[in-house]
């Protein structure tokens, strides 16, 4: 999986890509990143990508011909790469879209700055538009960061067991249910039994019970959409039926 990312702020991104399990697939060679400062694309001695908005107002704007210029340079070496801009204006990002968006092997992220870009880099330079989230921040690399860690997920061998990001939350439409470790009992709270017994059967039935009520505790949303079975139905009606829900 190849990611070129457009920036003014290439540092921004020389921490997250050197620790943990993002510098350990790009030393396999699972991933490749590659980010370009927009101002060695800028067409004046000064390197600007910014100007004064037209029709006034507070901020600066992104300048469009830099943008045009570096997503033309990375597709003429690979014409499949397709291009996402970060706004908040755009697709919000989720667990299904990312495992969809999966499928494209190279992905070219624009991240703005400032009070956005110019209009026309959205119109003729990008292929997708993406929002992580409805709050605004301060620039797209964090959401670029978001955005290729979370996609570097489905890379095959990119974590350690395939199960990890089955079982994960979201993955099946539900959350995760509860995990513990050492020791049973921790100030007072144990550990449920069940855990213990080594009864695999048992500790599946009760990891998908405690994720279906997870779920429908705090984010019922999600219900709508997760595939369920009969007994999902079963135990769903059930913890309707309750008056509370621990
Ligand atoms: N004025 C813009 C608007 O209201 O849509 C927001 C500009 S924001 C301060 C600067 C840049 O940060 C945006 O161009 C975008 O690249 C990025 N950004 C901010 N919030 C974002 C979000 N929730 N999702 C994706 N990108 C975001």
Redesign the pocket.
Known sequence: MIFDILTIFPEIFRSPLSESLLKKALDRGLLQVRVWNLRDFAGDKHRTTDDYPYGGGA?MV?KAEPIFRAVEEIKSQNPEARAV??????EL?HQGLAKELSGQKHWIL????????DERVRRGAVDRE??????????????ALVFLEVISRYVPEFLGSEQSMEEESFSDGLLEYPQYTRPPVLRGMEVPEVLLSGNHADIKRWRRRESLKRTYGRRPDLLEKAALSEADLEYLAELKSRQKID
Do not use: A, H
């Open positions: 901020g992104m801009l970060f706004t908040p204006q755009g990002f624009v991240c703005g700055r400032y009070e956005g870009l993406i929002s992580i989230g409805d709050y605004i921040l301060n620039g797209g690399e964090i959401p």
